[in-house]
């Protein structure tokens, strides 16, 4: 049974930061994509940042360029996403899912696994 779970999530003020982990189990990914995406209240899920667990360069939204970072732990079988210099609208319930290679990364639909999500409310 293929799981991803994540945690990390929280309160913070702006200008915080938190790490959120996705750990993933029941399958080899290691040819799979994995992104982060989120959903804040009254709008859609939305891309944040995507990597492979291969080690690709991991592309991100622009509104998180240079304030997100996505990072592997290959023997925890986890992803992270550091976010730092958050911002109110970061507010959101944030997942991680898993695509196969040659999807669109960015596409919701793409992904074959999601995450249950996890919190993060960041305060003015």
């Known amino acids: 049974q293929v799981q991803l779970v994540e945690s990390g999530g929280g309160s913070v003020q702006a200008g915080g930061s938190l790490r959120l982990s996705c750990a993933a189990s029941g399958r080899t990914f290691s040819n799979w994509i994995m992104g ?3 959903r804040a209240p009254g709008k859609e899920r ?12 991991p592309y991100y939204e622009d509104s998180v360029q240079g304030r997100f970072t996505m990072s592997r732990d290959n023997a925890k079988n986890t992803m992270y996403l550091q976010m730092n210099s ?3 609208e970061d507010t959101a319930v944030y997942y991680c899912g ?7 990364w960015r596409r919701v639909t793409e992904y074959d ?4 999500g996890t919190q993060v409310t960041v305060s003015s």
Do not use: C, H
């Not at 696994?113 to 249950?116: I, L």
């Open 36 to 38: 982060w995406f989120r």
């Open 46 to 57: 939305e891309f944040v940042a995507a990597t492979t667990w291969s080690g690709g360069t």
């Open 86 to 88: 958050l911002k109110p």
């Open 98 to 104: 898993a695509a196969p290679m040659g999807r669109i």
């Open 113 to 116: 696994y999601w995450g249950q």
